[in-house]
């Protein structure tokens, strides 16, 4: 029963209805293929432009391996444009990526997976892993924890001492002072979507929102940022949806440290955070203890854009996109 998804994610998107194109065999009526795009409001180079997220791209099986997804996407890129959705991002599945790259869309950069180990029970088993049989079995347990107590004690050690009072509250509702503030702190330059309180609340719903939680985060009891923490489905690892706060090194690396802390006081053993590689974020995800995962688990990011490579644009600028794990159709 999809009727839930439709109303809530096609139809009450504060930032435009979602719009689909459809394949339909002539001759028979049947419906064999279908893609659609779900509008985004995203800040390019500090205009607000009208993009979309890419999603729930389907061929019937009877209808495979005819082009049916490339002609609908090249049909959805026809379509876009000024007064009308612009162009659309996303992290696509292989086969469906195929089929956007004939359609003429671009691969812009790389949705990365990183992982910041929070307890000796997340490390330990991978020490384990990796370590020769005849060697593992001459290494007690009681050692083996204390070589991931001090692997955990290491990665502590970088954790950022934040200046000021923070508190960490988990965000019941977006409002007025969400608003001006996340005016006040939208990037100048590159990408980033909007994330404006109609959307926030859109998002996170106590029905949809499930195992996610926002939290604000204040500094001497003003705005500093908020972030989001999904429990994995295992609960034992926690997920970074979001992380929001001025686009700036330093402000970024205080997020990491207190979301870091709140996921360990949480009691999960691992916190992930899956993003594209916006600006000098690597260097500091890695100077937080965030360990890049292996390339097999990063995915392609794409743009399908009639003007893309436009000089007023930063669409094709690698690492001009600050693209997070709750930005993608969830």
């Known amino acids: 029963d999809v009727t839930d998804r439709y109303e809530w994610f096609y139809r009450q998107n504060p930032h435009g209805k979602a719009v689909s194109w459809i394949a339909q065999d002539e001759a028979s009526g049947s419906v064999d293929a279908v893609t659609s795009v779900f509008p985004r409001r995203v800040h390019v180079d500090g205009v607000q432009r009208l993009g979309s997220i890419g999603g729930d791209a389907y061929v019937a099986p009877r209808a495979r391996r005819q082009g049916l997804a490339t002609r609908l996407h090249a049909a959805s890129r026809a379509d876009m444009g000024p007064g009308t959705i612009e ?9 469906n990526l195929k089929a956007l790259l004939r359609a003429g869309t671009s691969e812009v950069s790389v949705f990365r997976r990183y992982v910041r180990p929070l307890t000796r029970d997340f490390v330990t088993p991978r020490i384990r892993a990796r370590t020769p049989t005849w060697l593992e079995r001459a290494i007690p347990d009681t050692l083996m924890d204390r070589v991931g ?8 050690r970088k954790d950022r001492r934040t200046e000021g009072a923070f508190a960490v509250d988990e965000a ?25 309180s109609a959307y926030l609340s859109f998002s996170y719903t106590p029905e949809k929102r499930k195992n996610q939680t926002p939290y604000f985060v204040r500094r001497d009891g003003e705005l500093f940022g908020m972030f989001t923490l999904q429990s994995a489905s295992d609960g034992k690892d926690a997920i970074a949806v979001d992380v929001i706060c001025a686009h700036d090194d330093e402000r970024f690396r205080t997020m990491l440290s207190l979301m870091t802390g709140k996921a360990m006081g949480d009691g999960f053993q ?26 097999d688990e990063s995915s392609v990011f794409q743009v399908l854009s009639p003007d893309l490579g436009h000089p007023a644009t930063d669409l094709e600028q690698s690492e001009g996109w600050y693209f997070q794990h709750g930005d993608q159709d969830l």
């Open 270 to 295: 691992s916190l992930s955070l899956n993003m594209t590689p916006y600006r000098n974020l690597p260097t500091v995800l890695k100077d937080a203890g965030f360990i890049e995962r292996p390339v």
């Open 87 to 95: 162009f659309m991002y996303g992290v696509p599945l292989i086969h």
């Open 172 to 196: 019941t509702e977006f409002g007025d002072e969400w608003d001006e503030w996340e005016a006040a702190n939208a990037p100048a330059t590159g990408v980033c979507c909007v994330r404006d």
């Open 149 to 156: 107590d001090g692997a955990i004690a290491v990665l502590n």
